[in-house]
């Protein structure tokens, strides 16, 4: 079942080698488009409080008996339903909607981190997704997040593991407003 929501029950290597590299406190941490949440358990490791995001409504099962919280909400949807919210992190892996990247970036809090890890375009030459709506663009993360975030990691290109496929990263911490 987890296998058939997100592909693989392993955490992103990149997203864990992230987590371990932060030595300030996070309370609070959300999983945009949580799938089953095998990084929102992962978050639960490092901070008090965990929200977990996805439209389907079928996964809240995954997180039954967990400390992370689940909310049900479509991300897609005009009005932003986490207006208002800010998190000490804000996790994003393998999900892309442009029209409200930027409200993405937004609940990231003062001081706040940010880890984003998706496909990239040319992902297309390997398989799904191929549709340049869902595909990063280079430097695109970079672009959008502009000098409110310093810029702690990122890249851009084919990687080998855990399947061939052109990704897109970005580790950043909020600095401006
Ligand atoms: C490829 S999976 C990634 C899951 C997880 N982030 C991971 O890396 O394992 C994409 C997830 O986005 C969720 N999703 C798609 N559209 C969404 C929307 N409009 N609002 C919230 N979640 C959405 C899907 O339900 C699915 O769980």
Redesign the pocket.
Not at 73 to 77: G, M, R, S, V
């Given at each position: 079942m987890i296998e058939k929501?997100?592909?693989?029950s392993d955490?992103?290597e990149w997203i864990k080698e992230k987590l371990q590299s932060i030595i300030y406190p996070v309370k609070s941490a959300i999983?945009?488009?949580?799938?089953?949440?095998?990084?929102s358990l992962l978050l639960s490791e490092l901070c008090s409080s965990v929200t977990a995001?996805?439209?389907?409504p079928d996964?809240s099962s995954f997180f039954e008996n967990t400390s992370v919280e689940f909310l049900c909400?479509?991300?897609?949807?005009e009005d932003w339903p986490l207006v208002g919210y800010t998190f000490d992190l804000v996790l994003?892996?393998?999900?892309l909607?442009r029209p409200n990247l930027r409200k993405i970036f937004d609940l990231v809090g003062p001081d706040g981190f940010l880890i984003y890890e998706t496909f990239g375009v040319g992902n297309e030459l390997f398989g799904k997704p191929s549709n340049p709506n869902f595909l990063l663009r280079p430097s695109e993360l970079r672009d959008s997040v502009g000098d409110e975030f310093l810029i702690m990691d990122e890249f851009f290109g084919e990687i080998a593991e855990p399947q061939r496929s052109v990704r897109g990263r970005l580790f950043g911490r909020r600095v401006g407003p």
């Open positions: 929501i997100h592909g693989s955490p992103s999983d945009i488009a949580s799938g089953a949440g095998r990084h995001v996805d439209r389907n996964l909400l479509d991300l897609e949807q994003v892996s393998n999900y909607y």
